[in-house]
């Protein structure tokens, strides 16, 4: 089987793509982005991925972006692993809440380290910068109301890409001024998801 490349920084979202290929036991090769050097801009890696960001997943068939496509590719190209639902609903569902971490926790996330691309202005970027914790507390305040449920996984009881996807984000509370432990079910999951061998060689 071809063996995938994933470009990734440790502790970006990409770390719940090299979870997901972990979790699949997938042939893949990790190339860590240094992003202290602003390698992710350089000419080499802007010919693979020209957004700039991780990850980027490169395949037989081209190059993949964007955190939610990678996860669904992993979870369809490796069936075998059962990393989705089969059902339709079910997959849809798993679509929805990896969406709303892409498009709405980590946008959330990103005004904190990133509030330069909302704002040239220093004193409006401090302005977003104070609204992170608020806007993340929210956030996880869905997750844990709506979204987690009794079971051990955000879809009950089968493991899913969408759990290295949410591990990875809840990582981020700390660093942006929330304590995780006010989200008893995420705090659980999070305490699970560590304790998986595939989530220790991803994070090794």
């Not at 063996?3 to 997901?20: D, E, H, K, M, S």
């Not at 010919?47 to 369809?76: F, M, S």
């Not at 493991?159 to 996807?165: E, F």
């Amino acid at each position: 089987m071809t063996t995938l490349t994933l470009y990734y920084a440790p502790g970006t979202c990409a770390q719940a793509v090299r979870i997901a290929l972990e979790e699949a036991q997938a042939p893949y090769t990790p190339v860590r982005m240094d992003f202290a050097s602003q390698q992710q801009r350089s000419p080499e890696y802007l010919a693979i991925n020209p957004k700039g960001r991780v990850p980027a997943l490169v395949t037989e068939h081209g190059v993949l972006t964007e955190t939610p496509a990678l996860l669904a590719y992993v979870a369809q190209r490796f069936v075998q692993a059962g990393l989705a639902p089969a059902d339709a609903f079910g997959f849809a569902r798993m679509q929805e809440f990896n969406s709303y971490l892409a498009s709405t926790v980590h946008v959330a996330h990103a005004h904190r380290p990133r509030a330069s691309r909302w704002a040239d202005e220093p004193e409006a970027q401090a302005a977003m910068q104070r609204k992170v914790p608020a806007n993340m507390t929210e956030c996880f305040d869905v997750i844990e109301r709506h979204y987690l449920g009794d079971g051990p996984w955000m879809l009950g009881e089968q493991y899913t890409v969408a759990d290295g996807y949410l591990f990875t984000v809840a990582g981020w509370l700390k660093s942006d001024g929330v304590d995780i432990a006010r989200f008893p079910k995420v705090h659980a999951h999070s305490q699970r998801m560590a304790a998986r061998p595939a989530v220790q060689r991803a994070l090794g």
